[in-house]
């Protein structure tokens, strides 16, 4: 039976941080001047609704000033070259500015507004969203419009088929991460599972201290590359083309 190889990209907050984008996680994150609880929380964000929008919206607006980067790019290419899936925790659209096509965003997405009164979602692009005047283009509800940005203790309902992209991979297919430690999605604990080609590309490896199950280690790949996203292109072109053309037919 033939096999067509399937590359999958799972990606993190490295991947545009040298876009300029903060992380939310880390020394100089955003979470540094606002609580998890104030702005990320689906159980509170109704009780700071003025200040989620707030921070949503500087976030939002500051993508205008943003241009994807050469990892963004070179994984669009992936994807006209070979059978590509693009997954991302991140919520920016620089994938597909940089011409992704139906990237998976398991976390959300900025640019989208989501009405919890009717499941509408929306685009409203690097744009400004008023809760004192807009509303819900479907409903005209405007205190259940949140970002569409997947929240603490709120449903990632796109976990489903990130999970059956994974469980699919094969022998001969090849799994790419990049930019993520594995703290949020444990793609260190799947990768060790899978029996696929894969390589890591991060800024720098996780501190033995700071190290917890499910976290990305040197062990759980066959390749490891430890430099910013955009510098790495070259050499992670040239070892995932390789890998998806050395095809061996056997499934082995």
């Known amino acids: 039976m033939s096999h067509e190889r399937h590359l999958v990209v799972f990606s993190g907050a490295g991947l545009s941080a040298d876009s300029g984008i903060a992380t939310f996680r880390g020394a100089r994150g ?33 993508l205008a000033g943003v241009a994807p980067n050469p990892m963004h790019r070179l994984l669009a290419d992936w994807q006209r070259r070979f059978r590509t899936t693009l997954i ?6 620089l994938l597909e500015r940089a011409g992704a096509m139906e990237v998976l965003h398991v976390h959300g997405v900025l640019t989208e507004m989501r009405c919890l009164d009717c499941g509408s979602v929306w685009d409203i692009g690097a744009t400004a969203w008023d809760p004192a005047r807009d509303r819900c283009p479907d409903c005209g509800s405007g205190e259940r419009v949140k970002p569409n940005v997947v929240f603490f203790n709120e449903p ?13 991979l094969g022998p001969d297919d ?41 976290m990305v280690h040197p062990r759980q790949f066959d ?10 292109t070259g050499e992670l072109d040239e070892i995932v ?9 056997s499934g082995l």
């Open 30 to 62: 955003l979470w540094e001047e606002h609580s998890i609880d104030e702005v990320c929380n689906f159980e509170t964000w109704e009780r700071n609704r003025e200040l989620v929008h707030r921070f949503y919206n500087a976030r939002r607006v500051a």
């Open 88 to 93: 991302t925790q991140n919520i920016d659209d």
């Open 223 to 232: 390749r490891v590359l430890y430099r910013p996203a955009a510098k790495a």
């Open 174 to 214: 090849v799994l790419v991460v990049i930019g993520t430690d594995g703290a949020v999605v444990p793609i260190g604990a799947m990768a060790e599972r899978l029996r696929c080609h894969k390589v890591l590309n991060n800024l720098e490896p996780v501190e033995p201290e700071h190290f917890v199950p499910g």
């Open 241 to 249: 083309t390789a890998w998806m053309a050395a095809w061996s037919g």
């Open 156 to 168: 990632a309902p796109l976990y489903g088929p990130m999970s059956e992209a994974f469980g699919a």
